[in-house]
């Protein structure tokens, strides 16, 4: 049966909200490294997560890419998490290698989890199918696996105690899905949102420069509506058979649409967000 998880990304969370259907959170955030520092030492949170390890529900740690200016600061939080009661058996969710590598190195025993930012798939693309579409059936099913799907590199991970891993799930990527899970790895996969792609900075930052970021004005997502899709030379319209999903939304530095409608069942665990039913 697979495990309910909530997101906890957000300074707004509810901390109030019933969460009886909920076996697991996971505190931090998955892309932007101001929002997780923000997140992570907010005591309203922390007092919620808490409460949550005494009722026994599974508390997780959620990182994102560290830029160079911030590794100092996240190796002495990281530090901090791994030496803290509270987080002792937190499986720690990763999306850089340098941050998964510095974990292993200072805590062998702490096991890890790929987050979604890792993994790369050609269907993950709307136009993905269309890149491979002329080649053999054999490369068409190869090339449109979810990449972590290959023996050395699950070898790889495996010396990093990484024993997870988080995706979006396609039709095409679902039985590439199933065989990483049958290959020892428990497969976590996200019911609200697909993320298609991240930015290096936020547009509230992009926008003004000197802003500072108060991490709430980015708390709800922004409508993106596409108005032509042209080809890469761009002199002419592409072919609109091209699923392009609409609409697509700017939330913080990250590029979601909703979650495809395919049956997860199978999967070890199922992550909702606080955006399970995104503005229309």
């Not at 499986?91 to 890890?112: C, Q, S, T």
């Not at 790895?185 to 019911?191: A, P």
């Not at 699923?243 to 199922?270: E, M, T, V």
Request: negative net charge.
């Amino acid at each position: 049966m697979s495990v309910f998880e909530m997101r906890i990304d957000q300074l707004g969370f509810d901390t109030e909200g019933v969460y009886h259907n909920i076996q697991s959170f996971s505190i931090g955030h998955e892309s932007c490294i101001l929002k997780f520092f923000m997140i992570i030492r907010n005591m309203k949170l922390l007092e919620f997560i808490k409460r949550q390890k005494d009722a026994e529900k599974q508390i997780r740690i959620m990182t994102p890419f560290v830029p160079e200016k911030h590794l100092e600061e996240m190796k002495d939080v990281i530090k901090k998490i791994c030496a803290n009661e509270e987080f002792k058996d937190s499986i720690i969710i990763v999306n850089d290698f340098g941050l998964m590598n510095y974990i292993h190195k200072i805590d062998k025993g702490r096991k890890m989890c790929l987050g979604r930012g890792m993994l790369v798939c050609f269907d993950y693309a709307p136009w993905g199918s269309k890149i491979y579409e002329n080649e053999p059936v054999q490369i068409q099913k190869a090339v449109s696996q979810v990449s972590f799907y290959d023996d050395e590199k699950m070898s790889f991970f495996r010396q990093y105690n990484v024993t997870e891993i988080e995706a979006n799930i396609t039709e095409g990527t679902a039985e590439s899905l199933k065989e990483i899970q049958k290959a020892g790895f428990k497969v976590n996969v996200h019911q609200s949102t697909f993320l298609y792609g991240t930015q290096r900075s936020c547009h509230i930052r992009r926008s003004c420069p000197a802003q500072t970021c108060s991490g709430l004005e980015c708390e709800e997502p922004q409508k993106l509506e596409l108005n032509e899709l042209w080809c890469s030379e761009g002199f002419y319209k592409a072919a609109e058979d091209v699923p392009f999903p609409s609409p697509l939304y700017l939330h913080g530095n990250q590029i979601y649409g909703k979650a495809y409608d395919i049956p997860c069942d199978w999967a070890d665990r199922i992550i909702y967000s606080r955006q399970k039913h995104l503005p229309t």
